[in-house]
């Protein structure tokens, strides 16, 4: 299927996870994208598999750190000049961090903030003059299931992560006469480089039992982030065009 010929993509967090699933889905429909973290080990090994793929003749990759509003300003216009202008945007890349909220640093609260939600604003804020002057143009975000549904001892990442679906909501409005669209994504528990490492995130004497309705209803295990990139695919390709200012769950029915 190559739904997506032609399309000039930004997608962050292609280090790993869904990211990386994302940029190797697009590419496999024809997309053209550049590909950014602050990882540069990751964004290597996701270039060798475009190679393996044979499709990285249409990916090129930058390093950014999207809570630095000079590094997000170098890496949009690095892009726009690269791929000839900007379709769409796809903002994969986040943190966890977890703590008891009652000993929550400061430190921590403003870290996850100023990537997961600062950081979205910042490269969509750089990214709306080129996405807008396509006409047709796309943002996906991502938000969470923590966002909607109770996730213990994230409550710096449910905050960023409503942040984001609250923020989505307001582009998809406001530049709707434009022809942006603009998509939460909403996955739940997604096997990939935050939930493979969930142990070492949260504290040490977490109740885990706090965590049973976050699990799948369907199927064996988690799925894993291709179920994912599948679904920013077809929201970026004509076959979302009458998508906008909604989510998008994908958890296998575990907040039914």
Same mark, same amino acid.
């Given at each position: 299927?190559?739904?997506? $010929?032609?399309?000039?993509?930004?997608?962050?967090?292609?280090?790993?996870?869904?990211?990386? +699933?994302?940029?190797?889905?697009?590419?496999?429909?024809? !997309?053209?994208?550049?590909?950014?973290?602050?990882?540069?080990?990751?964004?290597?090994? =996701?270039? +060798?598999?475009?190679? &393996?793929?044979?499709?990285?003749?249409?990916? =090129?990759?930058?390093s950014v750190?999207?809570?630095?509003?000079?590094?997000?300003?170098?890496?949009?216009?690095?892009?726009? $000049?690269?791929?000839?202008?900007?379709?769409?945007?796809?903002?994969?890349?986040?943190?966890?961090?977890?703590?008891?909220?009652?000993?929550?640093?400061?430190?921590?609260?403003?870290?996850?903030?100023?990537?997961?939600?600062?950081?979205?604003?910042?490269? $969509?804020?750089? +990214?709306?003059?080129?996405?807008?002057? $396509?006409?047709?143009?796309?943002?996906?975000?991502?938000?969470?299931?923590?966002?909607?549904?109770?996730?213990?001892?994230?409550?710096?990442?449910? !905050?960023?992560?409503?942040?984001?679906?609250?923020? =989505?909501?307001?582009?998809?409005? &406001?530049?709707?006469?434009?022809?942006?669209? +603009?998509?939460? #994504?909403?996955?739940?528990? #997604?096997?990939?480089?935050?939930?493979?490492?969930?142990?070492?995130?949260?504290?040490?004497?977490?109740?885990?039992?706090?965590?049973?309705?976050?699990?799948?209803? #369907?199927?064996?295990?988690?799925p894993g982030?291709?179920?994912?990139?599948?679904?920013?695919?077809?929201? #970026?390709?004509?076959?979302?065009?009458?998508?906008?200012?909604?989510?998008?769950?994908?958890?296998?029915?575990?907040?039914?």
């Open positions: 299927m190559m739904r997506l $010929t032609d399309r000039r993509v930004l997608v962050t967090g292609a280090a790993s996870g869904i990211g990386r +699933a994302t940029v190797l889905r697009l590419l496999t429909e024809g !997309a053209r994208v550049v590909a950014a973290d602050i990882a540069e080990d990751g964004l290597k090994e =996701t270039l +060798a598999l475009a190679g &393996e793929a044979g499709v990285a003749d249409r990916l =090129t990759v930058n750190d999207i809570a630095d509003e000079g590094s997000v300003g170098g890496l949009v216009s690095a892009a726009v $000049t690269e791929l000839g202008g900007l379709d769409a945007l796809v903002n994969a890349a986040a943190i966890l961090r977890g703590a008891h909220t009652h000993d929550c640093p400061l430190e921590l609260w403003n870290r996850v903030i100023s990537v997961n939600l600062t950081g979205t604003f910042l490269m $969509t804020r750089a +990214a709306l003059p080129a996405l807008l002057r $396509t006409g047709r143009g796309v943002v996906v975000n991502f938000s969470s299931t923590a966002a909607f549904f109770a996730h213990p001892f994230m409550a710096a990442y449910s !905050a960023s992560k409503g942040g984001i679906a609250s923020f =989505t909501h307001s582009l998809a409005l &406001e530049y709707s006469k434009q022809g942006l669209r +603009a998509v939460n #994504i909403v996955p739940g528990g #997604i096997s990939s480089g935050i939930t493979d490492n969930i142990v070492r995130l949260v504290p040490e004497d977490v109740d885990w039992n706090l965590f049973t309705k976050l699990t799948a209803a #369907i199927g064996d295990g988690l982030p291709e179920n994912v990139a599948g679904v920013v695919a077809m929201v #970026i390709s004509d076959d979302g065009a009458f998508i906008t200012g909604t989510e998008i769950r994908i958890d296998g029915g575990a907040h039914q």
